[in-house]
């Protein structure tokens, strides 16, 4: 799997770091990235970045975010950490576990 990048939108922008976990391409795991990539472009306008680790070619990068399970995404900013396991198909549930709904709550008002 490939790594994702996008640019943040302007540099006051809050800007997100997401790290999905992945082992190979299995069904699973294809569809948390779709699923992850469709939550960011609708939810953050270019304000992240993707990096997805396929822990079949480095089982060791586990280790540095605790993973226990697969697919786990890690959003490493804006602080604090936050990480949801499974597929990501539950839209809200990833937004409220981003921490999305807030931040989509203070610019709605701002």
Do not use: W
Not at 14 to 23: C, I, M, S
Not at 92 to 107: C, I, K, N, S
């Amino acid at each position: 799997m490939k790594k994702n990048s996008k640019a943040p939108a302007a540099s006051g922008d809050h800007h997100f770091q997401l790290r999905l976990y992945v082992a190979g391409q299995t069904p699973r795991s294809l569809a948390a990235l779709s699923n992850l990539r469709r939550i960011c472009a609708t939810h953050l306008d270019r304000r992240y970045r993707i990096e997805v680790i396929d822990l079949i070619k480095n089982p060791q990068l586990a280790q540095g975010d605790q993973i226990l399970a697969i697919p786990t995404l890690v959003r490493n900013l804006p602080k604090p950490i936050r990480k949801i396991i499974g597929d990501l198909s539950d839209t809200e549930r990833v937004l409220v576990g981003l921490d999305l709904r807030d931040l989509q709550a203070r610019t709605a008002g701002a």
